[in-house]
């Protein structure tokens, strides 16, 4: 778990530190420095006109611009998304799986509900989403958290079940407790742990997903730099030049990999029954 949390603690250090950590801007280019190599140098135009020598750590792409900058830029998008997909499907599942598991009325609608929406590849709900609208952050994230809402909304139902039925709810209704204090003050507080750990995995979840939208050419717009933009532009050349594809997926593997590994660390630390096992 301390490798996953140290790897992602590099990942959002990067994002933030972007502007510094890039050498130039992911969105300038030069015809004459196409398709380098890692390490090789060659000649980048500036905003302002100027023509400046440049060594691409990681290469250049076939517009002649700099892999390194772009791989950056794109931590900064990736896990944006991740965070927002995470916390927009945890905030709806919340309120959809609370309403499910204590108001017995409501269970059935909204549990068949969210098995139709269960039914749909969410890869597919993605793209139909993304290919309605006009291709943006918030567009992508509503995309992806849509099919992950029925997840945690199934998580926190199965939860309310088991927590509703404890003395102290009882003792809570038997005072006349308000039904949103009892929902939202007495049973999510014990969700919390459980939903920790789906929150990661929704994080990493997205990021691929993300990946997939921008790699299949539905996702963000190609002049903002993703993971999947950048290797969409470089799998035609993949055989002679590899590192465009190379160097994004690895920093992808690398962060959805890490994410995983805390959520794991964090339900064996979380979860009595396994704490109990270590």
């Avoid at 929150?199 to 990493?204: P, R, S, V």
């Avoid at 790699?215 to 190609?222: A, D, E, K, R, T």
Wanted: charge should be neutral; proline fraction near 6%.
């Amino acid at each position: 778990m301390r490798i996953g949390a140290a790897v992602i603690a590099a990942m959002v250090l990067v994002a933030i530190a972007a502007p510094w950590l890039g050498t130039v801007d992911p969105s300038l280019f030069d015809a004459g420095s196409r398709d380098l190599l890692p390490g090789k140098t060659g000649d980048i135009t500036t905003l302002e006109g100027e023509t400046l020598q440049h060594t691409f750590i990681m290469g250049s792409d076939s517009f002649g611009r700099d892999i390194y900058s772009r791989v950056i830029y794109g931590t900064r998008v990736s896990l944006i998304v991740g965070i927002a997909t995470a916390l927009l499907a945890l905030a709806i599942g919340i309120v959809c799986g609370l309403s499910a598991g204590y108001l017995r009325w409501l269970d059935g609608i909204l549990m068949r509900f969210m098995d139709g929406i269960m039914a749909i590849p969410a890869i597919l709900i993605a793209i139909a989403l993304v290919a309605l609208w006009r291709g943006s952050i918030v567009t992508v994230v509503i995309a992806i958290a849509i099919p992950e809402i029925p997840r945690v909304t199934r998580l926190v139902r199965s939860l309310v079940l088991t927590i509703r039925e404890e003395p102290y709810v009882e003792a809570a209704i038997a005072l006349g407790t308000p039904t949103w204090k009892i929902m939202f003050g007495h049973i999510l507080p014990n969700c919390v742990a459980p939903l920790i750990v789906q929150g990661t995995f929704t994080c990493a979840f997205a990021i691929l997903v993300e990946a997939v939208l921008s790699f299949l050419g539905v996702g963000l717009p190609p002049d903002i730099p993703t993971w999947g933009n950048i290797m969409a532009e470089g799998r035609a050349q993949f055989v002679s030049f590899p590192h465009n594809v190379f160097f994004p997926g690895i920093f992808l593997a690398v962060t959805v990999l890490a994410i995983n590994i805390l959520g794991d660390g964090l339900r064996d630390t979380l979860d009595p029954k396994m704490a109990k096992r270590v």
